[in-house]
Nanobody, 124 residues
Framework: VQLQASGGGLVQAGGSLRLSCAAS????????MGWFRQAPGKEREFVAA????????AYADSVKGRFTISRDNAKNTLYLQMNSLESEDSAVYYC??????????????????WGQGTLVTVSS
């Protein structure tokens, strides 16, 4: 399994970014895919997740109403649309997959494969 995250960058507070994660190497129809983030000196934290088949989603309270997770089945690509960005959203963002698992989980150690991360910096 390969996950390639992209779309990070520098944005002003209140702005928007869309992250992408291109997935390959497996059929993901029975999997859960998620986004996590890690700021300097902090632990990796859950941001959002989606069931590849069915589209059920879950979000961290800190991003509800601002971030939207989605996927494009035909392109095998996961997205994270981030709006109303705040300085606290600055972090390296990682995509991850729970392969062949039906339930959404919010802890990092329950995900099997990880992308390389993409840096998001929000200036205040």
């Amino acid at each position: 399994v390969q996950l390639q995250a992209s779309g990070g960058g520098l944005v002003q507070a209140g702005g928007s970014l869309r992250l992408s994660c291109a997935a390959s190497g497996r059929t993901f129809s029975s999997s859960v895919m998620g986004w996590f983030r890690q700021a300097p000196g902090k632990e990796r934290e859950f941001v959002a997740a989606i069931k590849w088949s069915g589209g059920n989603t879950a979000y961290a309270d800190s991003v509800k109403g601002r971030f939207t997770i989605s996927r494009d089945n035909a392109k095998n690509t996961l997205y994270l649309q981030m709006n109303s960005l705040e300085s606290e959203d600055s972090a390296v963002y990682y995509c991850a997959v729970r392969l062949y698992m039906a339930l959404i989980r919010t802890t990092a150690n329950e995900y099997h494969y990880w992308g390389q991360g993409t840096l998001v910096t929000v200036s205040s």
